[in-house]
């Protein structure tokens, strides 16, 4: 049976209703697929008798089928002739199309790998111009004298028939269309050569130095951060033995106080002399009765050296809570390793919060207004001045306060609002007393802020209010990426939909900061 006369309904499994997979013929010379052939029989095996489901042969006992070859060779041969979407039909396949292989541009048609022979065999075609299959042969036609467009006109740019160019383009600078397009192909080969040299010398070249300034400066780093880890040890075993060395100090001292009152105590007990017993007793230190009576168990012992452990184990306490706000730092410092291209923005919440950023806020910069809570992550508005301390980072004027963690690379984080509230960003050496613009935050170029009232959105900086067109959220998040000099600001959702962005240039480490309306107004710093 030749390729174009393969039938598919010829090589259907009348079982599965699809081209045979693994095909088997059973003796009565049906073909099927093994699986559905198997699992047919697997149904009957309470009967002990088998049946051909085309002609109802039966069988006994079961029979053990094997692999048709031939047959599955010519069904990966139909799979290959088989006409796909995205093929070109052979133009000379009558009824069932199979794929071209080929086209010729001489006689204007593709062809399947049968009807194709002729172009090899037949000396008539040897000159013909074969390509990969086309299915937009029909341009290289003339629309206006049904001829092959064999000539380029340069003049017009364009290709056109030997009749044309005997008309209407005739005394115009023309030329074969091969030869223009081996010409063209020239140059698109210099042009490419071209485009690879400037790669080499303005991409390849400065990402190779970027790749040796990075393994420059990561083993420059663990070398620092091993030097400054076993400094910390040192520092640690070096107090670790200070304090062994006083306990010890102090234990002997102790120990050899006791003993002393101890000789002493002997001493008078056996003196005879009461004169001299009268006169060395009021010398004797007084005694705790807690320390002797062992009769009375509601008398707490004394206690020795157990304030010592509990002075360790506070010292221990606070440097794990500063190690662990230390860590977290580290780690996103090197996070923010994206050295030559800024990575893109992320479109979706989880995106964001690969780069949440953990904020509380510093009490000595806070306006005597506000009260800080929630670990210094909540700010509110309230009646009265606090007792703060008075110092000079603290904002006078303005009910604002700024973070204690300074900001670049890329940092995300989410404020949940209430009432009236400027959520921003500002350079530490931002004013803290002093007129609105020179300490109020969006009112000078130290700061950029997004005001947020029940009704409205503003952004600002530089004293320059832009209205924002957008429902107003509760809850805000903050994108920041510090290098590139965006600033982002979302009503925060699963899709996160932006209220405004920021394209500027940082020039120093930023802070984010509250400034808060009025009494009972809150902003807080969600954890994330």
């Given amino acids: 049976m030749e390729q174009n006369q393969l039938d598919r309904e010829t090589f259907t499994c009348l ?7 693994n095909p ?10 093994k699986n559905c052939i198997e699992t047919h029989w697997d149904g009957e095996n309470w009967k002990r008798i088998y049946s051909c489901p085309q002609c109802r042969e039966r069988f006994i006992p079961r029979p053990v089928l094997k692999k048709n070859t031939m047959l599955a060779a010519l069904l990966e041969q139909l799979k290959k002739a088989e006409l796909q979407a995205e093929d070109v039909a052979c133009d000379s396949c009558t009824g069932r199309k199979l794929k071209a292989i080929q086209s010729c541009l001489d006689c204007l048609a593709s062809f399947c790998e049968k009807h194709l022979q002729p172009h090899y065999d037949s000396a008539a075609f040897k000159k013909h111009k074969l390509v990969e299959p086309s299915k937009n042969l029909q341009e290289n036609i003339c629309s206006k004298n049904d001829e092959v467009t064999k000539m380029f006109c340069r003049t017009d740019q364009k290709c ?12 115009h600078n023309t030329v074969s269309a091969a030869t223009e397009g081996t010409e063209r192909q020239r140059e698109l080969e210099e042009r490419r050569e071209n485009i690879q040299q400037r790669i080499q010398e303005e991409d390849v070249k400065p990402l190779q130095q970027e790749v040796e300034a990075i393994n420059r400066s990561a083993d420059k780093t663990v070398e620092d951060s091993e030097k400054i880890f076993t400094q910390l040890i040192r520092l640690l075993q070096k107090i670790s033995s200070d304090v062994k060395q006083q306990i010890r100090s102090q234990q002997e001292t102790e120990v050899s106080r006791v003993k002393d009152l101890q000789e002493k105590l002997e001493q008078l007990s056996h ?4 004169i001299q017993f009268l006169f060395n007793y009021p010398s004797l230190p007084a005694l705790s009765k807690s320390t002797y009576s062992s009769s009375n168990n509601n008398i707490r012992p004394l206690r020795h050296f157990e304030d010592v452990t509990a002075a360790v184990s506070e010292l221990r306490d606070k440097l794990h809570d500063v190690l662990r706000g230390s860590w977290t730092n580290i780690l996103h410092r090197l996070n923010d390793v994206d050295v030559l291209l800024p990575g893109p923005e992320p479109k979706s919440r989880a995106g964001f919060l690969k780069y949440s950023f953990e904020i509380t806020l510093d009490p000595d910069t806070a306006h005597t207004r506000l009260l800080l809570s929630e670990g210094n992550r909540k700010v509110t508005g309230i009646s009265q001045d606090q007792s703060y301390s008075r110092v000079r980072d603290r904002f006078t004027n303005w009910w604002q306060v700024l973070s204690r963690e300074s900001l670049t690379g890329r940092c995300y984080w989410e404020v949940e609002r209430c009432g009236t509230v400027d959520i921003a960003v500002a350079y530490k050496n931002i004013s803290r007393a002093g007129s609105k613009n020179e300490c109020g935050f969006g009112n000078n170029e130290k700061s950029w802020a997004l005001e947020c009232s029940p009704y409205s959105f503003h952004f600002g900086h530089n004293d320059i209010w832009t209205p924002i067109l957008a429902p107003v959220p509760s809850r805000v998040g903050v994108y920041l990426d510090h290098r590139a000099g965006i600033l982002s600001f979302y009503s925060v959702s699963e899709t996160m939909t932006l209220l405004c962005r920021v394209k500027t240039t940082f020039t120093e480490p930023l802070l984010a900061g509250v400034w808060v309306g009025s009494t009972k107004d809150s902003a807080e710093f969600c954890n994330l």
């Fill in 15 to 21: 079982i599965c209703l699809d081209l045979l997979n």
């Fill in 24 to 33: 088997v013929t059973t003796s009565c010379g049906h073909s099927y697929c």
């Fill in 160 to 171: 056109v028939c030997l009749i044309c160019l005997m008309d209407e383009y005739k005394g």
């Fill in 271 to 274: 003196t005879e002399d009461h």
